[in-house]
């Protein structure tokens, strides 16, 4: 998906250990996007967010205005361009802090005055991710999850960037995924 160069990319490091591969990755990828455009980093880690509270048939349905964590993360979300998910394979699909994330948005949906639906719609989603397994396809349903999730909300899909790694560091003998990255965003 072509961007302009003023754009804002919010990398959602959604790992549950620092420095792991996927961030790695992520940040190969980074290293090539123009100069002028914007990115903004964010660890889910550090962002942790309450159990999602579904209300939305619970009298009026409408969720509160987020404070903390949670409003870092919708404004950060509302304010990008490009949404990159840089999630590990866990159990085929995204990690739980990128699905919990993920369930924020139906919240979200119902903030009053967020407009969540309309903002959201035309940005562009993303994603990184590290997989111990040599089998690509088995990380289709968290391929699944963010694409179909980006469709609902009228999101483009920019793409899938896999790389293959078990222990930290392993990610830099996967030159494949390495120079994929160099023109995964252009
Ligand atoms: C909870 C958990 C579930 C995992 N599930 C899978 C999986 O389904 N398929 C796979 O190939 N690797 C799986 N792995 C391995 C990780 O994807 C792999 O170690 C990856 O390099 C971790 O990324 P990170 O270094 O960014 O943390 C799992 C690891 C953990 C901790």
């Known amino acids: 998906m072509p961007h302009d160069d003023q754009s804002t990319f919010l990398f959602l490091l959604a790992g549950a ?14 290293a090539h996007l123009p100069t002028q455009a914007r990115q ?17 048939h619970a009298g009026a349905g409408v969720y509160p205005q987020p404070e903390g964590a949670e409003k870092v993360l919708l404004d950060a979300t509302l304010a990008a361009d490009h949404l990159v998910v840089a999630s590990p ?21 119902r903030v009053p005055g967020a407009d969540f639906k309309a903002r959201m ?24 999850t963010l694409k179909l999730s980006a469709q609902y909300l009228g999101m483009h899909w920019g793409g ?27």
């Open 17 to 30: 250990r620092e420095g792991g591969n996927t961030e790695t990755l992520a940040r190969a990828a980074a």
């Open 89 to 109: 394979l866990y159990w085929y699909s995204v990690s739980s802090s990128a699905k919990l994330y993920l369930d924020y948005w139906s919240g979200w949906l």
């Open 121 to 144: 719609r035309g940005k562009t989603m993303w994603v990184v991710t590290a997989l111990s397994s040599t089998d690509q396809t088995t990380a289709d349903p968290l391929i699944g």
């Open 160 to 186: 899938a960037l896999l790389g293959y790694a078990n222990r930290p560091g392993d990610i830099t003998a996967d030159t494949e995924a390495l120079t994929r990255a160099k023109t995964f965003f252009s």
């Open 40 to 56: 903004t980093w964010l660890n889910l880690r550090e962002l942790p967010l309450a159990p999602f509270d579904d209300i939305r």
